[in-house]
Every structure is written in structure tokens, then in C-alpha cells.
């Protein structure tokens, strides 16, 4: 069996984040409909981006069949958000 983990960024917009599933296949992250997560309308999830700024997502995704400590998942998502520096001379 393939197993599909979906790492989250700490930098994200609201990390970590909230995910939209749905049962005929949708999965997706969604830091913007806060008032339907908590069921109220008084929590505004909406974001305001000003004209010349970005609001960049970073996601990841890690493909492993079996187990998810034999497949190192934790590593792999350590690895993701904690890059090792290269050093050029």
C-alpha cells in the first residue's frame, strides 16, 4: 500500500494548517475558512494582500509504502523544514 503524507511548512500562513476533506477525493489545506471550522461567523478567515506582496505556501509531498516509522517520515519531514546548508568555497 502507497501512503501519501503531506507536510505543512512552519513559515505557512497559519501553521499549522487546517485541512478541507472531503469524501468524494478532495484534500486540500485551508487557512481561510476559519468561521466554518469553529462554526462561527464572527471568526474572519480572509487575508488582505496588499498590491506587490506574495503570500507563499510551501507544502511537501512524501510518498512510502508500509510502515511510517520504517519509512523514516519523521526524518523526512525534520529534513524538509531543517534543510542542511551547503557551503560553496
Known amino acids: 500500500m502507497l501512503f501519501v503524507p503531506i507536510f505543512d511548512h512552519p513559515a505557512n500562513f497559519r501553521y499549522p494548517t487546517y485541512w478541507h476533506v472531503r469524501n468524494y477525493g478532495l484534500m486540500t489545506a485551508n487557512p481561510f475558512a476559519l468561521s466554518y471550522y469553529y462554526n ?10 496588499s498590491s506587490g506582496e506574495n503570500l507563499v505556501f510551501r507544502y511537501r509531498l512524501f510518498t512510502h509504502s508500509g510502515d511510517a516509522r520504517k519509512a523514516k517520515v519523521s526524518e523526512a519531514y525534520h529534513n524538509y523544514i531543517n534543510p542542511a ?5
Open 40 to 49: 462561527d461567523p464572527g471568526r474572519d478567515g480572509s487575508y488582505v494582500l
Open 85 to 89: 546548508e551547503v557551503l560553496i568555497d
